[in-house]
């Protein structure tokens, strides 16, 4: 069935669903819910909303899939799965809403 939903941020790839098609681009419509990269189908949500995926084969849309990109209401990091080469402790930058800081305290991150 493949990703039909996704929460602001989120990042997906649609490419491996029509590998098998051959030359095409990528679109997404409306513009602004989801920024998709045109060669790769690699998608990151951006706003809220109802967007349509296409994979145009010429002029003809050999791959359409609708999206629902919605808030996530909150976060979870699992302190197991950051990866890095090096032990001990990691710090994670993680920045919420736009800008470059952490709205949890005065420090920036990046």
């Known amino acids: 069935k493949g990703v039909t939903s996704m929460n602001i941020g989120d990042v997906a790839d649609f490419d491996s669903t029509v590998s098998s098609l051959g030359e095409g681009k990528w679109v997404s419509e409306p513009l602004g819910v989801l920024d998709i990269d045109s060669v ?15 994979f145009m084969a010429g002029e003809e849309s050999a791959f359409v899939r ?9 976060m979870a990091l699992d ?15 993680v920045v919420l809403g736009s800008g470059d800081s952490n ?6 991150v990046g």
């Open 40 to 54: 790769t189908g690699v998608v990151v949500a951006k706003r809220t909303g109802h967007a349509r995926i296409k």
């Open 66 to 74: 609708q999206v629902l990109v919605g808030k996530s209401e909150g």
């Open 79 to 93: 302190r197991e799965l950051v990866l890095s080469s090096g032990e001990g402790e990691k710090m994670v930058g």
């Open 103 to 108: 709205l949890l305290a005065e420090k920036n």
